[in-house]
């Protein structure tokens, strides 16, 4: 089988490729080979590795693309939300654009192929939108508030098409905040979600700009790629024609983080949290509702298990 990574020089494709190398298999089949692509790519290079370095809006990528003829994509890259508000070219080029062109590149594969190519998309729970009703479900209407999360839906329904004429077979995941990110920086609003955690390791003070109350949806990047290895392989037969479905997540507040956090580390590390909330981040990352990921669950993904286990995980810390 031969895999293709966009994006793979990134924080889930790093641990997305950690993964495959550790268990090379996708769908039941063992993976042939792997090729990576993103804009910088140190250190790609190696058995049963093809390193394809440069822009995913360049046609020449996708003409390598092409050649390598991928069995199943698992695409990736992406610009952010916050980037992709401040500058909307730089956004939907490759969140619109270079996806759809990617999506067209990979179809026309199925021209002489047994079976359509399997395309795993890394969609956002922001295309939910922040007005959500206390339980959301897979009929919600989606209210994406911001540009990253239009761009993201509108080629989620791309892909269900391209899997409806049986050109692509799509698998759309949408990924909840994933952590633990190493120094997400400040233009994230979402990287208070992974510093906690990496802080109360650490032992190091923590300044939360949300309330102890403050209930988020919660998962590792193991898990996530773990989940996106899983979707490649899915039996869809029966399933929603819209190909979307969220990953299952643990709905834990900051509390529930800390106090497990004082599990894993010493008692002492709640001592070191101060919660100074900012409205503005608790409207967002304070108040999500529950989650109904039955069918998520019904597709056989997965959430971390337990609190400890998230923890550990997102930390590299797997028992
Ligand atoms: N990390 C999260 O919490 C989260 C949450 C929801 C959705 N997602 C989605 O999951 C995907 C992966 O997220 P991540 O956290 O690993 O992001 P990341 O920013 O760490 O990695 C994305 C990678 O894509 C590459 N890239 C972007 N545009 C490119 C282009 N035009 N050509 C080639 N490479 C390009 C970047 O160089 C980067 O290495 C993204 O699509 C993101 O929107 C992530």
Redesign the pocket.
Known sequence: LKVLI??A?????SVLQAVLTQRPEVAGQRVDAIAL????LPGAAGPRRVAIE????DSA?LERIADFRPDTTFH?????GGASEADYLVGR??NLD?TLALFEQLAQQRRDADRAPVVVY?????VYGTRLPPVVKQETPLQPPLT?GAH?RVCEILLADFSRRNELDGRTLR????VA?RSAGPGLT?AFMSDVLHALADGVPFEAPVSEEATAWWMSARRCAENLVHAAGMDLTGADPGRAWPMPVLRLSMRDIVNTCAEAFGPDRKSLVAYRPIESVEAVFGRYPVLDDAPSRALGLLDDGTPLALVLRALGREA
């Open positions: 966009t994006g020089g990134g924080y889930i494709g692509v993103d804009r910088v440069g822009d995913l809006t990528v990736l890259a992406g610009v952010p080029r490759t270079a890394a969609s956002t729970i922001a990253y993201k990924l909840p905040g994933i990110r979402s």
